[in-house]
């Protein structure tokens, strides 16, 4: 019997190999009709022997191509039009793009076995790439994604990669960057102050490079990355020290699953995640005792290292011809954002490689690595970059079309259009020169690539941030109303938004910096409400920070400040304890006065900096080089057998009735006072008992603190974010315990717990708004 199906599927469907797959499926099935792309997604007319359009059915839904995402498949039944064969036809005009743009994916394994194949043409070739793989996001110029508007377009096919291109049932059919060594990129390799290139082929003259211990800057697919052997201690000190990163881990690449499984433990999650098509890196635990003997430079202290798997065919041929993982770390100085250009890479990685292994595929836009850990057993991002920028987060419901300016630190952007949010690429912390000039050209990227218009600007409250000056400049998007939306109420909003939670919740927003209501730091707050309003219903008891911004490079500051807060005067009796023994008798002198006077000593409740505080006390990092390390410190200290708790007091108090930003302080607020658990820790101290316990007593105790709270608040779902919930020990222990206690425990998965993920609250916060 024949029959005929109208069907409509939406999701990341173009530019994934959807067409091919469905013509393939129609010609093995023996059907009829026509498959076309449109801006709902693809559409295809099917029919012939009704069992067979059945089975079609089943495949699409159960087989699809590996990079589709299907959202949503409509099919209706109808009386067949007698189609005799089965064609893809030309694409629909669209109307607004809504066509998802992809992200850049690692190599799939039909490439990869021909790069390693002497009898294919591709052998050994380093841009190897089909419609299931290759880069998007990083070569695209504008859409329609055709090969004219991509980075591509100066190379012209070969008769052979043409042939491919144009063949409906080919791999290649429509791969825009499609490539061989005749038609399309090549490698070149030169020396830092050689004019002349060698005369070796460029990735056997980095490979000689890397073995000799020299920093190799590879041009890789968003941007530039630096190389160098992990196992050579002297190479590793020159990469820190020239790239002025002493201490902040480095990543590492690693061939393949059981090459990795040499330096970290892999589980299933963990393996899914290194061998995903997104390839992130993704922080694991190091094994007891590796085989590969790494420099202790890579990651001096950590239990867990960066570890990634080749993302294109270049890193594959490089991987597989070293003995051994590379360091693979971003092209740039400290914080800066990664060089893409080459002539801007030469100039400014020129003083930190000793050799550059470059081509002549030019990158579109900056794509970093991205950079996942894995918590309470599902994989959380705390950097997305590559592989998963621009795809969107949707919303649950449909805001005001909206431009997300973000926060200052690990800044990314976002924009709405209709119930989905576009978020950009990591930009980074937006203190230099670059970054800003990154952070606008990704604004106006962004609005170019989607013909986006929004009609509301979404910023921080801080007056001073980089991202919130950007929202008052008259020239972007004049006719559109800028919102302010408060530090901690995005990040609340972005948790329960993803989550599709209506609230109220409750939610424990934990960092180390936001502009509050009342114009002090804050940062260990709990919100009561939902995505569009809430209430700071309690916070950690305030404390000053002697020397402002000097305290959060100094922790041991913000020791001395707990002391005088637990202690008063009294605190320079302990003389003996790390931070004190830190200061000579002058500086002591002085950091008391401006706690006593309050001189040059702002006010914060930040629970990051009480991270700090405490993790100075242990001696662990006096003075840090990069925001969060000594409280990164304090996480992998603690004891995870210990179950003794430090005790911290909940206070009634009262407070000024202010609001902004969409959060309304309270007159009758909760304090949660955490002098108790300092007293606990200085008589632990006295008694000798060890740090791990120490630290593991410090974290038990916020994390009953906290369930304490949310059975004070009574109500089910509580939105844990903000960067302190990066920590692990934190996490999982606050997730555990409020499960025990019948709550609902949200944590961010597809977007970063820290500042990454603003962006997407500031959108979610417009919810409730109309334009
Ligand atoms: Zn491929
Ligand atoms: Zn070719």
């Known amino acids: 019997?024949?029959?005929?199906?109208?069907?409509?599927?939406?999701?990341?469907?173009?530019?994934?190999?959807?067409?091919?797959?469905?013509?393939?499926?129609?010609?093995?099935?023996?059907?009829?009709?026509?498959?076309?792309?449109?801006?709902?997604?693809?559409?295809?007319?099917?029919?012939?022997?009704?069992?067979?359009?059945?089975?079609?059915?089943?495949?699409?839904?159960?087989?699809?191509?590996?990079?589709?995402?299907?959202?949503?498949?409509?099919?209706?039944?109808?009386?067949?039009?007698?189609?005799?064969?089965?064609?893809?036809?030309?694409s629909l005009p669209r109307g607004?793009?809504?066509?998802?743009?992809?992200?850049?994916?690692?190599?799939?394994?039909?490439?990869?076995?021909?790069?390693?194949?002497?009898?294919?043409?591709?052998?050994?070739?380093?841009?190897?790439?089909?419609?299931?793989?290759?880069?998007?996001?990083?070569?695209?110029?504008?859409?329609?994604?055709?090969?004219?508007?991509?980075?591509?377009?100066?190379?012209?096919?070969?008769?052979?990669?043409?042939?491919?291109?144009g063949d409906p049932v080919d791999?290649?059919?429509?791969?825009?960057?499609?490539?061989?060594?005749?038609?399309?990129?090549?490698?070149?390799?030169?020396?830092?102050?050689?004019?002349?290139?060698?005369?070796?082929?460029?990735?056997?003259a980095a490979l000689t490079a890397l073995r000799q211990g020299q920093i190799v800057a590879l041009k890789g697919i968003g941007?530039?990355?630096?190389?160098?052997?992990?196992?050579?201690?002297?190479?590793?000190?020159?990469?820190?020290?020239?790239?002025?990163?002493?201490?902040?881990?480095?990543?590492?690449?690693?061939?393949?699953?059981?090459?990795?499984?040499?330096?970290?433990?892999?589980?299933?999650?963990?393996?899914?995640?290194?061998?995903?098509?997104?390839?992130?890196?993704?922080?694991?635990?190091?094994?007891?005792?590796?085989?590969?003997?790494?420099?202790?430079?890579?990651?001096?202290?950590?239990?867990?290292?960066?570890?990634?798997?080749?993302?294109?065919?270049?890193?594959?041929?490089?991987?597989?011809?070293?003995?051994?993982?590379?360091?693979?770390?971003?092209?740039?100085?400290?914080d800066e954002p990664i060089c893409i250009d080459d002539t801007e890479a030469h100039q400014r990685l020129g003083q930190i490689a000793d050799a550059f292994l470059s081509h002549n595929r030019p990158i579109e836009r900056h794509v970093d690595d991205s950079v996942v850990q894995v918590v309470a057993g599902i994989p959380r991002m705390l950097r997305r970059a590559r592989g998963y920028a621009p795809l969107?987060?949707?919303?649950?419901?449909?805001?005001?079309?909206?431009?997300?300016?973000?926060?200052?630190?690990?800044?990314?952007?976002?924009?709405?259009?209709?119930?989905?949010?576009?978020?950009?690429?990591?930009?980074?912390?937006?203190?230099?020169?670059?970054?800003?000039?990154?952070?606008?050209?990704?604004?106006?990227?962004?609005?170019?690539l989607y013909a986006a218009q929004p009609s509301l600007i979404a910023h921080d409250l801080h007056p001073d941030y980089a991202s919130s000056q950007m929202a008052h400049t008259s020239t972007l998007l004049p006719d559109a109303r800028r919102v302010a939306v408060q530090h901690h109420h995005a990040h609340f909003a972005a948790c329960l938004a993803e989550h599709a939670a209506p609230g109220p919740a409750l939610g424990v927003i934990w960092d180390g910096t936001g502009y509050g209501v009342d114009a002090t730091i804050w940062g260990g707050e709990f919100l009561f409400g939902d995505v569009a309003a809430s209430q700071r219903v309690a916070y950690l008891r305030p404390f000053t920070l002697p020397g402002g911004e000097a305290a959060v490079r100094e922790p041991a500051r913000v020791a001395l400040a707990l002391l005088w807060e637990t202690l008063g005067p009294a605190c320079l009796e302990q003389e003996d304890l790390a931070p004190l023994a830190h200061f000579n008798p002058t500086q002591r002198s002085l950091l008391l006065r401006m706690l006593q006077h309050g001189l040059n000593s702002p006010h914060t409740s930040s629970a990051g900096r009480l991270f700090d505080?405490?993790?100075?006390?242990?001696?662990?990092?006096?003075?840090?080089?990069?925001?969060?390390?000594?409280?990164?410190?304090l996480e992998h200290l603690a004891d995870p057998h210990e179950s003794l708790a430090y005790p911290f007091a909940l206070e009634a108090t009262t407070a000024p009735a202010q609001s902004a930003g969409g959060v309304t302080c309270v007159p009758n607020p909760i304090i949660l006072d955490w002098r108790p658990a300092i007293s606990a820790l200085l008589a632990d101290l006295r008694r000798g008992v060890a740090p791990?316990?120490?630290?593991?007593?410090?974290?038990?105790?916020?994390?009953?603190?906290?369930?304490?709270?949310?059975?004070?608040?009574?109500?089910?779902?509580?939105?844990?974010?903000?960067?302190?919930?990066?920590?692990?020990?934190?996490?999982?222990?606050?997730?555990?315990?409020?499960?025990?206690?019948?709550?609902?425990?949200?944590?961010?998965r597809h977007l970063p717990v820290n500042d990454g993920g603003l962006c997407y609250g500031q959108v979610a916060a417009m919810l409730s708004t109309t334009n």
């Open 96 to 165: 607004m793009p809504t066509t998802l743009i992809p992200p850049d994916t690692a190599t799939c394994p039909d490439c990869l076995a021909e790069m390693l194949d002497p009898h294919n043409r591709r052998f050994g070739y380093a841009f190897t790439n089909c419609t299931n793989c290759g880069p998007r996001f990083s070569i695209i110029a504008a859409l329609p994604y055709d090969r004219p508007n991509t980075t591509m377009r100066a190379f012209v096919l070969c008769p052979a990669c043409g042939a491919e291109y």
């Open 692 to 748: 791990q316990q120490i630290a593991a007593r410090f974290h038990n105790g916020l994390i009953s603190a906290i369930c304490a709270l949310a059975r004070h608040i009574g109500v089910a779902t509580i939105a844990l974010s903000g960067g302190c919930f990066q920590n692990r020990h934190l996490a999982e222990g606050v997730i555990r315990q409020l499960q025990a206690a019948h709550h609902h425990p949200l944590l961010p």
């Open 613 to 633: 505080g405490v993790a100075a006390l242990l001696g662990l990092h006096l003075q840090v080089s990069f925001e969060g390390q000594a409280a990164i410190a």
């Open 223 to 334: 941007g530039y990355q630096l190389l160098v052997d992990p196992r050579n201690a002297e190479a590793v000190a020159r990469l820190r020290l020239r790239k002025h990163r002493p201490a902040k881990p480095l990543a590492l690449m690693a061939r393949d699953l059981e090459q990795a499984a040499a330096l970290v433990q892999i589980d299933q999650v963990a393996a899914e995640l290194l061998t995903s098509v997104a390839a992130p890196i993704v922080l694991l635990p190091r094994i007891p005792h590796p085989s590969i003997a790494l420099a202790d430079l890579v990651a001096p202290g950590h239990p867990y290292l960066g570890v990634m798997l080749p993302c294109s065919p270049l890193h594959h041929l490089l991987l597989r011809s070293f003995d051994g993982p590379l360091v693979a770390t971003s092209g740039n100085l400290s």
């Open 1 to 90: 019997m024949s029959a005929a199906l109208h069907i409509l599927v939406r999701g990341a469907v173009q530019g994934v190999g959807f067409r091919p797959f469905v013509y393939r499926l129609a010609q093995t099935l023996g059907l009829s009709g026509w498959v076309l792309n449109d801006s709902d997604g693809v559409t295809i007319e099917i029919e012939g022997d009704a069992d067979q359009v059945q089975h079609f059915l089943h495949q699409l839904q159960h087989t699809p191509p590996p990079r589709a995402q299907i959202d949503q498949i409509e099919a209706t039944w109808h009386p067949p039009h007698g189609y005799t064969t089965f064609q893809i036809r030309p």
């Open 171 to 204: 791999r290649r059919f429509h791969a825009q960057p499609n490539a061989c060594p005749v038609c399309g990129p090549r490698l070149a390799f030169d020396v830092v102050g050689e004019a002349q290139s060698p005369t070796t082929p460029p990735l056997n």
């Open 392 to 448: 969107p987060v949707p919303l649950p419901a449909t805001p005001p079309s909206t431009l997300a300016l973000g926060g200052q630190l690990k800044n990314s952007i976002a924009l709405s259009i209709g119930p989905q949010v576009f978020i950009s690429q990591h930009i980074g912390d937006l203190h230099t020169l670059e970054a800003r000039s990154a952070f606008e050209r990704v604004i106006h990227d962004f609005l170019r």
